[in-house]
C-alpha cells in the first residue's frame, strides 16, 4: 500500500547558529518508499553543499539564518506518496534580548495573531550575494541586493560605512526597497555597503565592498576574448561580437579583409597594418553597467564571399584598438543543379503558342476530311472503253462529287458542254451511265485557307459539282 508515517513527529524544529540538526523521516511502506527533501519549494540536491540527505533523514551542518524555513520530506511507491512537514527555526544568541520582547504562545513557540509561526528575516537570493567585493570605473552603475523574507515582513536599512543612507542617496523605489541603485559612480562612492534586515524575532545582515576606479584618459581596450573565430553552415546565420572599455563612449566599427585581386568589388577600402579592408555597416552600441561598451555584427544567410578576416576596431579622441577574427563558412550541401536549356516558346507571346497547336489541329482535321471525301466517292474509267488507260481529255467523272483530280484537264464550260451533250443522246447511252443522268447540274465552290507554322499563307478552292 501507499506510505505512512510510523512514528510521531515534531513538526516545529529550532536550533541555534552554527550548531547541526537532523530532521527524521520516519515513513514505511510496501514496496519502501523513495524519499526526496525540499525547502521553501525548492529541490535539496547535492549541490547544498551543508545538507546531506541520509537513509533517516536530512541532516544540516552549520545552520546559518537563512537555513529557516519550511522542510518536506516526501515519500513515494507504486501506490501513492505521503508528506512529512517540518518548520525550522534559527536561533541567534546575538538577538536574544529581541527574542524576550516577542510575545509568547501557550503553546511555548513565537506565534502572530493569525496563529502562523514567527519566522526570523532570512536571504531569499543567496546566489545573487556572493559577489561581495565589486569594482566598477567611475561613471558606470551597480546594484546591489538584499532580497529577504520572514514573519512578520522585514524591514531593511542601508548603511555606507556604518552610517545610514538618506532617502535622497538611496532613491525613492520602494518596489525595490531589497535593491541598492547606484548610479553614475564617483570616486567618494567607494566604501562598505550593508543592508540590515530585521523584524521582531531576529536580524540578518550582508555587506559589499564597493571600489569606483579612477579613470585615465586613453584609447579604447578590447576586453575579453571576443571576437572570437566562428565557424557558420552555408546559408545560417551567425554574429561577431565586441567588448571595449572607454572613457568616453567610443566609436565601434566592423572591417572586413579584401582578399589580394578583387580590390576592384568595392567603392573604397580603408588601409589598417598594411592590409586593405572595407567598412561594414553596424548596429548600435550599448552601454554596460561595468562601464564597457558592447557592439554585434550579424551576419545572415551567409555564403562563401562571407568568410574571411573580420576585424573590431573601436576608437576615441585618444586612438583606437582592434582585434581580428576569422569566419568560416561550410560549404553548401546541396550540389549545384545542371543549368536548364531555355525553352523555346518562353520568347514566344501567347496567341501564337495557342494558335499553334490549334494550327496543327485544323490541318489535319482538313486532311482527314479529304482522305474520307476521296474513299467514299473514287474516280473510274468511262464504261465503253474498260481496259483501255484513257487520256486525260477523256477522263469523265461518274461519282456526284468528283475531286480535283476528276476535273484536272477540263474546265466548267467544257464540263456543262459534255453533259448537256450526252443528255441529248439520251437512251443511246449505256444503262449504267443513263442511270446517272439528271436535268440539272449543281455547284458549290468551297474557299480554304491554310497557315504553316513556318508563318507562309496559301488559299485553294474545291468545287464541287453535282448532277
Known sequence: GPPRIADKVIHRQSVRLGRTIKLLCPVEGDPPPLTMWMKDGRTIHSGWTRFR???????????????????ICKATNGFGSTNVNYTLIVID???SGKDSQVPEGSNGEYEDHTGKQWARPRFTQPAKMRRRVIARPVGSSIRLKCVASGNPRPDITWLKDNKPLTPQEIGENKKKKWTL???????EDSGKYTCR??????????????EVIQRTRSKPILTGTHPVNTTVDYGGTTSFQCKVRSDVKPVIQWLKRVEYGTESKYNSTID????????LPTGEVWSRPDGSYLNKLMITRAKEEDAGMYICLGANTMGYSFRSAFLTVLPDPKPPSAPVPPSSTSSLPWPVIIGIPAGAVFIFGTILLWLCQTKKKPCSS?????????????RICVSQVPDKDCISSINYEEYVAQQQHLLSQGPALAPAMASKMYPKIYTDIHTHTHSHVEGKVHQHQHIQYQC
Request: hydrophobic content about 35%.
Open 53 to 71: 540527505i541520509l537513509q533517516q533523514g536530512l541532516k544540516i551542518k552549520e545552520v546559518e539564518s537563512e537555513d529557516a524555513g519550511t522542510y
Open 93 to 95: 544568541d546575538a538577538s
Open 181 to 187: 541603485n547606484l548610479k553614475n559612480l564617483k570616486p
Open 197 to 210: 534586515v530585521f523584524n521582531k524575532v531576529g536580524e540578518i545582515n550582508a555587506t559589499y565592498k564597493v
Open 272 to 279: 589598417v597594418g598594411g592590409q586593405k579592408f572595407v567598412v
Open 382 to 394: 468511262p464504261a465503253a472503253a474498260p481496259m483501255h488507260r484513257p487520256q486525260p481529255r477523256d
